[in-house]
């Protein structure tokens, strides 16, 4: 591996579906020839564009997982990570955009900045990612590239710089004429392989002179040494523009707009020149880890590879030849026959093969310095871990993950189902934290939880491929909870004589509620009323009473038990007595308590354009929401609310549809609070008939 | 056979039963204690609030001295009595200006030592809507759509509203007569945050450069001075600010009003 840093970038290439993004990282893998055919996404040769590697994904036309792939261009590196587009698997796109340092936009010429692009672009701007725009699509008929320029800068509020012009458009679309070199450039042979240099067409001249004049105007912004070239008339040399434009670029302060058509074979070489030139290697990005004996304080790493290591695992992928774990190292060196620690379990790792990726195929490498990414094979980690050197404690991402929202019982169809079905959960629990799975001990059934719908879905959909499990699944369940508002106290003796040992305990004292914490025990007795050694067996009373709540069979949390009195007997009394004893006192003081049954709320927060602003209010307010507020951004505005979770199923499709697919929004677990007593009453209802139907 | 149901009740569920009218009576008992102990009172404005329908209200201090924290109080003593507030912010984002409503009414909860802070705070917010708009991107007929959006949704109607941060700079005059119209029409009482400065001359009588232009506008006006260690809140038009009635402090530490009492 070739060890200048300058001489590396990490990209993504963030699009609309059917924008052309997998058609446009198709052609770039050709012309680096990483290989040797082409194909199209839904192809009609049956295999498919390579980056696209799950069955899905191929079938639905969109990129799910991000695979990450490596080509070279002009003596550059270029690692390109396939990022996912849709919203909902917001930890796949939050982890692929925390490796990249710059990204290729893709618009399309004909349908211009859509939803997902508004999407795309403010999960960009989220993660601080510098881009480039490609407007691609240019030879389909209505394509406007100006008007998608237009969109850039009204809808996203980019400051474009136009880099090029078509010649021709629609069916007529030739080629692009260069505004920095001044030379009209066509893309000749089959595959579009040789790029042409002429003479700009005398009728396009004038239009390239005014529009190159802007952009000098516009690049010497950020160089002063450009600034000072026009000042004193001196020659402005094509090194000139490009520094100043790069320098806007880093600063996320200015969008080059680059023209094309990836399907054509048109205006792809330039881009890939463009991203060497104008995208940021990993020296001109900040990256920051945490420090973990520093309360998490963000430390900035240097991007030498002689310092210790610290590297994120941002991507795991089950082959046929075992785990692969896509990896980026931000300092130091991963070398084969190295030592690392995973942060997060602290177990030391010894590091096998370290390969290069190239979507389904693999080079083996020596070493992944600083700036690089790679994969390894054979370590045992989940995605998101962050591995480092020995004896330092930086980790890449916090160790926070959200606890799931949302769970329902999966059913395999038949015996083949169920082995393969523990599989596909022992590997998806492992590549994405947020989604859970656990047998539930009462009813045996096999549960799982994410966060959110969506998640769950597409989980499903992902077995029935992989793995072959046809499940059936239940409606999504909501956890409710049980607590109590009031102080009570209980006294209860538990006595039972029907020939043998006895049993006999006595127990009194109080519940009352308690704020941040499940469950709290207090033992206030005193001169013995109750021995001490059956104190323990008390609490295991009170505490698997709380398992199951005697009002609806809810966990019960939010509890402080003070016992304070109680009376044993020398023969009679045993554990098994004051367990039972116990377990009467809570019900009795639980029913004395005022227990009301609560429910998960979850902080939502939607962004919308402002436009719809009005109408996702209402949704909100339609499912119980308590609108916290609302953020106007310009464009956009950002709503927040509180809304009760069972309230939330289906309003990714509802938001969808007021918005017409414009607005996301992410929910996350805030609160457990009282339920409203009419919903209470329904929800007591439909458990009593449950109940009946089972008798 | 079935006799009348309460019969079949233990004594244990009929306690029960009368228990819930103690607790809820507990957190409106809890609430009216704290609108009575409102300091405000002190200024001689009796119960419920400063301003009329369609009146303004402007709370003026130089930059740090106390405007948010001030309002907001008065906006948390609206709210406990039930009465819905709209807070405006053109500086801070929603998060922000949600953690200034929980940092004063934990601070007024340690005060009065409430211990079912968490429930009172529960029933209290939904009378609170947080708005936020960037100071460029803020227009009358903008919040005008946004507000006959909430009302006619029957999302949030606001009693009062608060509007943090708006620019009394030569543009103003013209949203303030728009505001005033707006105000009068749906029966709201505004209060705004005016931000003098030291430099700036003051015009006749001391009213600060700010309001010099549109001071007919505002039946209210409270300045915030910094007199040695303590905020001294001043009545400067309005009740009270013929010196007929006591001044009273922020504590600087709390930024809470003094409860001199």
């Known amino acids: 591996m070739k060890k200048d840093i300058r001489n590396v970038r990490n990209i993504g290439i963030s699009a609309h579906i059917d924008s052309g993004k997998t058609t446009l990282t198709e052609r770039i893998l050709y012309y680096t020839q990483r290989i040797h055919t082409m194909h199209d996404v839904k192809g009609k040769d049956g295999v498919g564009a390579t980056m696209d590697s799950m069955e899905l994904e191929k079938e639905r036309g969109i990129t799910i997982a991000s695979a990450a792939t490596y080509c070279e261009w002009q003596g550059h590196e270029i690692n390109i990570i396939d990022t996912p587009g849709h919203v909902d698997f917001t930890i796949e796109v939050e982890r692929s955009l925390r490796v990249l340092d710059g990204a290729i936009l893709v618009l399309c010429a004909v349908a211009g900045v859509q939803s997902q692009s508004i999407t795309v672009d403010q999960q960009m701007k989220r993660y601080k990612v510098p881009g480039i725009a490609f407007v691609n699509k240019c030879d389909r008929s209505g394509a406007n590239p100006d008007r998608v320029v237009r969109q850039l800068k009204e809808k996203l509020e980019h400051n474009t710089v136009t880099m090029q012009l078509p010649i021709g458009l629609e069916a007529d679309f030739e080629g692009v004429v260069d505004l920095v070199s001044m030379k009209a450039i066509y893309f000749d042979g089959d595959k579009g392989e040789q790029v042409r240099q002429e003479e700009i067409p005398s009728d396009l001249r004038q239009a390239a002179q005014d529009h190159r004049e802007m952009l000098i105007d516009q690049a010497s912004m950020f160089s002063n040494e450009l600034t000072e070239a026009i000042l004193e008339e001196k020659k402005v040399t094509a090194e000139m523009i490009i520094a100043g434009i790069r320098q806007g670029v880093v600063e996320r302060r200015l969008t080059p707009v680059f023209i094309g058509s990836a399907y054509k074979n048109k205006g792809i070489q330039p881009l890939l020149d463009a991203v060497t030139r104008l995208l940021p290697c990993p020296l001109n990005v900040d990256n920051q880890a945490l420090d973990m004996n520093n309360e998490e304080q963000p430390v900035v790493l240097s991007n030498e590879i002689d310092k210790p290591l610290v590297a994120l695992a941002f991507k795991l992928e089950d082959g046929p030849y075992g785990q692969l774990t896509y990896i980026r190292v931000y300092q130091g060196a991963l070398a084969k026959g190295d030592t690392i620690i995973n942060v997060r379990t602290g177990k030391k790792v010894k590091v096998g093969r370290v390969i290069r990726m190239h979507a389904d195929q693999m080079e083996d490498i020596e070493s992944i310095p600083a700036g690089y990414i790679g994969a390894l094979f054979g370590v045992d980690c989940a995605s998101g871990d962050s591995f480092v050197a020995p004896g330092i404690s930086l980790t890449m991402t916090s160790m926070y993950v959200p606890e799931p929202v949302i769970s329902l019982a999966i059913f395999p169809k038949d015996n083949k189902s169920e082995v393969n079905v523990s599989k596909a959960l022992r590997r998806f629990t492992k590549e994405d934290p947020t989604f859970k799975a656990y047998v539930n001990e009462e009813t045996g059934d096999t549960i799982i939880s994410g966060m959110g719908e969506l998640h769950l879905e597409v989980y499903i959909e992902r077995m029935r491929r992989e793995y072959q499990a046809e499940v059936t699944t239940s409606p999504p369940r909501v956890a409710y909870r049980e607590t109590i508002t009031q102080k009570a106290e209980f006294d209860y003796i538990h006595k039972k004589q029907t020939g043998g040992a006895g049993q006999f305990a006595r127990v009194a004292g109080y519940l009352e509620p308690v704020q941040d914490e499940d469950f709290v025990f207090e033992n206030q007795i005193v001169r013995g009323a109750i021995p001490t050694q059956f104190i323990a067996a008390c609490e295991k009373g009170f505490k698997n009473s709380m398992q199951k709540g005697p009002k609806m069979e809810f966990l019960v949390t939010g509890i402080r038990v003070v016992i304070n009195d109680g009376a044993s007997h020398s023969v009679d009394s045993s554990d098994m007595a004051f367990q039972a004893a116990a377990r009467s006192a809570f019900r009795q003081g639980y029913a004395k308590a005022k227990p009301v049954i609560q429910e998960p709320i979850m902080k939502v927060v939607v962004e919308t354009p402002t436009d719809f602003q009005g109408a996702v209010m209402s949704t909100l307010n339609q499912r119980r929401g308590m609108i916290v507020g609302s953020q106007d951004e310009g464009p956009f505005s950002v709503i927040e609310a509180q809304v009760p979770l069972s309230e939330m199923f289906g309003y990714s499709t509802n938001l969808r549809s007021v918005t017409k697919g414009r607005a996301q929004f992410t929910m996350e677990f805030l609160t457990y609070k009282q339920l409203p007593q009419s919903i209470a009453d329904e929800l007591m209802k439909k458990a009593a008939e449950k109940k009946k139907n089972v008798a | ?261």
């Open chain 2, 1 to 261: 056979m079935l006799l009348n149901p309460e019969l079949n009740k233990t004594n244990a569920e009929l306690l029960t039963e009368n228990i819930i009218y103690i607790k809820e009576r507990n957190i409106s008992m809890l609430k009216n204690e704290l609108v009575l102990k409102n300091p405000l009172r002190r200024m001689g404005y009796q119960s419920d609030d400063i301003l009329k329908g369609g009146e303004f209200g402007a709370v003026m201090a130089r930059a740090g001295v106390g405007k948010t924290a001030f309002l907001v109080q008065l906006a948390l003593n609206s709210m406990l009595r039930e009465k819905n507030v709209l807070h405006i912010s053109l500086n801070d984002p929603v998060k922000k200006v949600s953690l200034w409503y929980k940092e004063v009414f934990n601070r007024i909860a340690t005060q009065y030592a409430i211990h079912q802070s968490a429930q009172l705070w529960d029933t209290v917010l939904p009378h609170r809507f947080i708005m936020t708009f960037r100071v460029e991107g803020f227009s009358v007929p903008k919040l005008e759509e946004r507000l006959t959006d909430l009302i006619e949704q029957n999302i949030f109607k606001p009693h009062a509203i608060i509007i943090d941060g708006l620019p009394f700079d030569d543009a103003v005059n013209q949203d303030l007569a728009d505001l005033k119209n707006l105000a009068s029409r749906q029966g709201m009482h505004v209060w705004f945050t005016v931000r003098t400065h030291r430099h700036e001359e003051s015009g006749p009588g001391g009213t600060p450069a700010q309001l010099i232009q549109v001071a007919d506008l505002f039946e209210v006006a409270i300045q915030l001075v910094p007199v040695g260690k303590q905020i001294q809140i001043k009545a400067f038009k309005g009740l009270g600010s013929q010196g007929d009635q006591p001044d009273l402090m922020l504590d600087p530490a709390t930024m809470l009003i003094q409860d001199q009492a």
